[in-house]
């Protein structure tokens, strides 16, 4: 399946681009659309594993898997005072 990714703020700007579409088999878990991101996008690969993965506006643990048809956003972690 395809699987259009959204990213936000420096994944952007990392990635070059607002939008990634990665292919992924079915039952694919987020950690697997992880390390697909990584090799999509090689500069992700520092910020990746602390990337933020919205799975239809809910935030996912790498373990849950990804539906078809899913809206999948990734932001990076936020800090400030």
């Avoid at 699987?3 to 952007?12: D, W």
């Avoid at 602390?50 to 935030?59: H, V």
Wanted: hydrophobic share 45%; net charge negative.
């Amino acid at each position: 399946m395809i699987v259009p990714v959204s990213l936000f703020a420096k994944a952007r700007d990392l990635a070059g681009a607002p939008l990634v579409h990665l292919e992924l088999p079915p039952g694919a878990t987020v950690a697997h659309l992880r390390r697909e991101l990584i090799t999509a996008c090689p500069p992700l690969a520092p910020l990746a594993p602390s990337l933020l993965i919205a799975l239809n506006d809910e935030y996912a643990v790498d373990s849950r898997v990804v539906p078809p048809g899913t809206s999948v956003s990734c932001f990076p972690p936020v800090s400030g005072g």
